[in-house]
């Protein structure tokens, strides 16, 4: 079973402040994405990661995939309150499934 | 452009009663899933189909029956609820893209409480 362990699990942090939330595995993934869920809705992609080493930036957001394509990260530059959410990682494996993280939980207050 | 549709969006049962969640989309995608969402747990996929006539099991099938009679439509069964099975259920679709599942797009979800 692939497996793929978020940390933090809760983050609190103040505008403006820096964060990095972490996505590990002890499994490869073909790629990784990541997605952003606010309360009552389903999660929307942020982006798609496929080579290992990949860093993409999507504005004030850092994606970064392990060079072993096991792990990857997500940094966010002075947060807003607008980038509160659940943020969930998910890897493609050794099938054509998806395998979310166990997410976490971002609050960013003014 | 409706999406994804999940119908209901609440529903309360008891345990032993059965009932079945509908999802909808109208993007003409070829995968459909269905996923739990557990208190940090993040996603868990139960069912998934990668089209029409066909179903497959997830990481937690245990319980569930679904069906995917019409491309678009994929439905989730419980046939003799738990307390364990109370949940928020996700329905998502994709268009496979570069030898996976593509971007995935998920309903609004659907609260279910079994007493």
């Known amino acids: 079973t692939q497996l793929l362990e978020q940390s933090p699990q809760f983050l609190s942090i103040q505008e403006g402040e820096n964060l990095t939330v972490y996505c590990n595995s002890s499994?490869?993934?073909?790629?990784l994405q990541w997605y952003r869920q606010e309360p009552g809705e389903g999660p929307v992609l942020l982006v798609t990661?496929?080579?290992?080493?990949e860093v993409k930036k999507l504005k004030r957001l850092t994606f970064q995939f392990g060079d072993a394509r096991k792990d990857s990260s997500l940094h966010i530059t002075a947060a807003q309150t607008g980038d509160t959410g659940l943020y969930l990682c998910?890897?493609?494996?050794?099938?054509?499934?998806?395998?979310f993280g166990t997410g976490t939980r971002l609050q960013v207050f003014p | 452009n409706a999406g994804v549709t999940q119908t209901p969006k609440f529903r309360v049962l008891k345990t032993g009663q059965s009932m079945t969640l509908l999802c909808a989309q109208d993007?003409?995608?070829?995968?459909m899933y269905w996923y739990r969402q557990d208190p940090g747990m993040g996603l868990r996929l139960i069912h998934y189909?990668?089209?029409?006539?066909?179903?497959a099991k997830g990481e937690v099938p245990d319980g569930y029956n679904v069906s995917r009679l019409k491309k678009q439509n994929f439905l989730l069964g419980l046939e003799s609820a738990a307390p364990s099975q109370t949940s928020v259920y996700f329905c998502?679709?994709?268009?496979?893209?570069?030898?996976?599942?593509?971007?995935?797009?998920f309903g609004e979800g659907s609260r279910l409480t079994v007493l």
């Open positions: 990661v496929v080579t290992g080493g």
């Open positions: 998910a890897g493609v494996g050794n099938t054509d499934k998806l395998i």
């Open positions: 993007m003409n995608h070829e995968y």
């Open positions: 189909s990668v089209g029409e006539g066909t179903t």
């Open positions: 998502a679709s994709s268009y496979p893209r570069g030898g996976g599942p593509g971007e995935l797009f």
């Open positions: 499994s490869v993934f073909s790629s």
